[in-house]
């Protein structure tokens, strides 16, 4: 049942559930409620293009309920994008929001399944310390610890210094969310903890195969994200544009830097091709970015298409983990002659990407909030 939510039964066995659900939870709290699901008898996959659609006006069409299971290919290691540093907060301070990590999942089609066929898309899981500072609370009782943060971090089996868990959650892995909360934010419906930190909201990452390997980037032109005015082609119907293309692996093709100054990593800069058309670009917080000299000219980027829009219908950007992402472009009059070298770059930086994607970097440093 693709998209459908679980039904509670009817009549007295209705009751029966209730009641003892309700008992369970008085006694055991909401752990034992959490940990009672049957994830494999009862709840079903749903697809990406179902929990990602939108209405007309961008927000968020999803109306199918908790829990349900999402299937797909982690397509960035975390600390490459947020900063998981424990640091929690005892007081109020909106938006300082600690520890964070957040991991794109794309969706994926495999043989043997046929509710799969023809997805698309993919979704954005997040989770954070300190939700106390979101403004939906605003009470430092609503944050996680520094060892109940890393205690959540084990559990998702995601990236700290000194992490216990393994195997860890890294691109390139087959996985299955199973997913008890979301909310849309910014364009997009993600999965998250709903910015609370009891387990009743908890989600879970299982690891169907560690070496499943990164899907294949789409390669894109801007005018495919861009209208010839510069600005976002936004479908609703999701067939087209950004829509389309949004939490997937992207090959940006034939831009370059606007601005004309060094990159470093932690960085939004914007890129822009020879008709004009524009693209926001974040730089992650992989070392490479402050280690490597910045591309000149002309060059084709790897990165997950975000999007971070107040409105829904616009406010794509592209997200680029590593310096190794961006293979240069030779200049028309030199493509003969630097040909081989060319191929020889490419080749391997696109080697040195995908050993990146399986060990990841070290070096994660302070990332601005994020509010999933």
Known sequence: MNGSKLQWPRGVCARILLCGGLAAAMIFGPTAIADAQNWEQDVEFIRHDVYQAVNSNGTGAYAGGFPFRLRGVVLNNTEDWLDPTAAYDPGLHLFELGGQAEFYVQAVDLA????DDGDFGGT???IGQNYGNHVMHQEPVFSYTDAQWYAELDRLQLWYEGSTAWPLV????LVEIRVRAGLYYSGKMNVNERHLKDPIYDFEVVILDEDYGLPTPTPLALEVLKNAADAAIFDPTRASGGEHYQSTLLEICNVRFLEDTPWASNTDLTLIDATGRTLGIHLGLNESFDLEPTPEGYFHVVGILDQLSPGG????RLLAMQAADFSPVP??????LLAAGAVTFWIGARQRRRRK????THDAKKQRFHVG
Do not use: F, I, M, Q
């Not at 043997?112 to 509710?115: A, E, K, P, R, V």
């Not at 890294?170 to 892995?173: C, T």
């Open 170 to 173: 890294r691109a390139g892995n």
């Open 112 to 115: 043997g399944d046929t509710w």
């Open 313 to 316: 219908t616009g406010d794509y």
């Open 357 to 360: 994607a399986r060990t990841g």
């Open 124 to 126: 954005a899981c997040w």
């Open 331 to 336: 200049e028309p009059g030199s493509v003969a």
